[in-house]
């Protein structure tokens, strides 16, 4: 118990959290509201009572809130993405952020190296005719000797990249800061965007942006893409235009198209008319919707907070007793 009897700090879950962390918190005496379905609404009805909010990818931090939230001091994102906090603002107030940086490196890997065989063999017509009755077969291609282009070569494109050279594909690598070093290390090569999207047969998107990055893959991008490639996104779905990208999969320039994320978060009717084509593979925003990461986002976080709500702790009981 790190929370002194007499002394109270509330602590709102606004989204999902793991059974881990909820212990952790309450061991340390903190006072949890867990509400994982609460709407943005409430959120701002109620925030001005909590000295720490806990959110993931759902809740936007944004100057409306902080301004809100008269009582806070630590705003925790549990995993890694954090373009749905305002930092600017948060800073100017003296709110801490915490978050958790590579804890579910290994399970965003994993999903994008599913979505690419899921894609290249289209397992997902094949499932679903199965369960039609029919017994069709539908040819795919190998992923063995092609070209794998990763636009963002940070924690996750390099763990990609490791396994696309243990499954002999060719991998090219651009990013906006220097990647020298690690295509060395690697063995793969950088490229720039233009000519990375011209060459690969599976591209697949990496980079962290903030809320208001203009897609990198727009119209003009789109256009450059190798015809009958396949495009994975598991990072922002701002990364990449879905205008751009509903148009080439109807032109058939693309085969295929696997997201984990999308420009809005659940869907409104802008992706639906994507998401409803035959070779689009969408996930609900699961990357790092494992056992593991999520474990380790809790432990992670946990163990930062702890430090934190120490030092709050000590600096106000050091202002309370202080003689007057
Ligand atoms: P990272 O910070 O380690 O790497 C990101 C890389 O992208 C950096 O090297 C950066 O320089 C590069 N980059 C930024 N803007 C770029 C641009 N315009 N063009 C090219 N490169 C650019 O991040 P990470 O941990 O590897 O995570 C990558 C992305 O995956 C992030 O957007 C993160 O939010 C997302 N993510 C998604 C899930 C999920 O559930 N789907 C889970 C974890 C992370």
Not at 26 to 42: A, F, Q, S
Not at 68 to 85: C, E, F, H, M
């Amino acid at each position: 118990m790190i929370v002194p009897s007499g002394k109270t700090i509330n602590v709102l879950i606004a989204d999902q959290a793991d059974e881990l962390l909820l212990n952790k918190l309450k061991e340390m005496g903190l006072n949890v509201d867990y509400l994982p379905n609460i709407t943005r609404e409430k959120i701002l009805e109620r925030i001005g009572d909590y000295e720490i909010l806990i959110v993931r990818s759902r809740t936007k931090v944004d100057k409306t809130l902080i301004s809100k939230a008269k009582r806070l001091k630590i705003v925790v994102r549990a995993g890694t993405g954090i373009d749905n906090i305002d930092i600017e603002e948060l800073s100017k107030k003296g709110v801490k952020l915490i978050y958790s940086p590579g804890s579910s490196t290994t399970s965003v890997v994993e999903l994008v190296l599913g979505l690419m065989i899921m894609s290249a063999r289209s397992l997902h017509r094949a499932i679903s005719s199965v369960k039609k009755g029919e017994w069709k077969k539908i040819e795919g291609e190998e992923l063995c000797c092609k070209t794998l282009g990763i636009i963002g070569l940070g924690r996750i494109g390099v763990k990609l990249a490791i396994i696309a050279k243990a499954l002999n594909m060719k991998v090219l690598a651009y990013d906006i800061i220097d990647i020298g070093k690690k295509v060395d290390i690697l063995g793969i090569e950088e490229t720039t965007l233009e000519n990375l999207l011209r060459e690969s047969d599976f591209i697949s998107v990496h980079v962290n942006i903030n809320k208001d990055a203009k897609p990198i893959i727009g119209d003009r991008e789109v256009g450059l893409i190798k015809n009958g490639a396949i495009i994975i996104n598991t990072s922002r779905g701002k990364a990449i235009d879905t205008a751009a990208l509903l148009k080439a999969i109807k032109e058939r320039r693309i085969k295929a198209v696997a997201l984990d994320v999308l420009e809005n978060e659940p869907p409104t009717e802008k992706e639906m008319e994507l998401i409803n084509m035959e070779n689009v593979i969408v996930t609900p925003h699961i990357g790092a919707q494992t056992l593991e990461a999520q474990r380790r986002i809790a432990e992670s976080i946990a163990r930062k907070l702890i430090e934190e709500v120490k030092e709050m702790v000590k600096y106000e009981a050091t202002v309370n007793t202080r003689p007057s």
